[in-house]
């Protein structure tokens, strides 16, 4: 699966074009199809690693939900915006996968170490132009410290956190990947916050709390 880096589009010409690029596909056009994956890929991926944390659930979450939006494109012919489409699709089955991870996995994961070129998820702190060994030394432990809270919230609360405060998605996109309704959306959001908060209370100030989470206004 090839993951390239978003171009610098406005929403419209993107969803344009996207909507030309279906037109084809359904019209038999299969390598038109590849314009939407390379255009979209690197988006899903990254949700997909945010959820999961794991590169090669996320790897077959992106190949998963292309391939079914693909059997399905049929039924997309009326909708406005493929990016969000697949992006819900990718959500449901990174739920889906993480709920068969657990049942794979008779003992506890320990989260996965940073790779060379994936974003720094789930800690982006303020770096000083040259950090003291003090600062890296507390900035790795900080990491380490979220991502043991992350894995400590369910599947529902950390796909919630993720598509609302990492992936700025609304309410009613996360309601619909949660299959639940806005209030609850809204509520689960709030339990993630407040859980993480709590793990991390202990390693960080309030200010530094807020950049790990990436919740800071």
Not at 6 to 22: F, I, K, L, N, T
Not at 68 to 80: E, M, N, S, T, V
Not at 162 to 179: D, F, N, P, Q, T
Not at 184 to 194: E, G
Request: with cysteine; proline share 3%; aromatic share 6%.
């Amino acid at each position: 699966m090839i993951r390239m880096q978003p171009s610098v589009e406005s929403a419209q010409s993107v969803a344009e074009s996207d909507a030309v690029a279906v037109k084809r596909t359904l019209a038999g056009e299969r390598d038109a199809y590849r314009i939407l994956v390379e255009r979209h890929s690197h988006h899903v991926f990254r949700l997909a690693y945010r959820m999961t944390r794991n590169q090669h659930d996320a790897e077959e979450v992106v190949q998963e939900a292309f391939l079914r939006a693909y059997q399905k494109l049929g039924q997309f012919a009326a909708r406005a915006n493929f990016g969000t489409w697949v992006y819900r699709i990718a959500a449901n089955y990174a739920i889906d996968r993480m709920r068969q991870r657990k049942k794979e996995e008779a003992r506890k994961v320990e989260p996965a170490a940073g790779e060379e070129g994936m974003e720094s998820d789930p800690v982006s702190l303020v770096q000083d132009a040259a950090p003291t060994p003090e600062r890296l030394t507390q900035s790795l432990e900080l990491r380490k410290q979220m991502e043991i809270a992350l894995a400590a919230l369910s599947d529902s609360e950390r796909t919630a956190f993720v598509m609302r405060h990492w992936e700025g998605c609304g309410i009613e996109e996360i309601a619909a990947v949660l299959k639940s309704n806005s209030g609850a959306a809204k509520n689960t959001v709030f339990r993630a916050v407040q859980k993480l908060r709590l793990a991390l209370q202990p390693f960080v100030g309030r200010g530094t709390q807020a950049r790990a989470m990436g919740t800071e206004p």
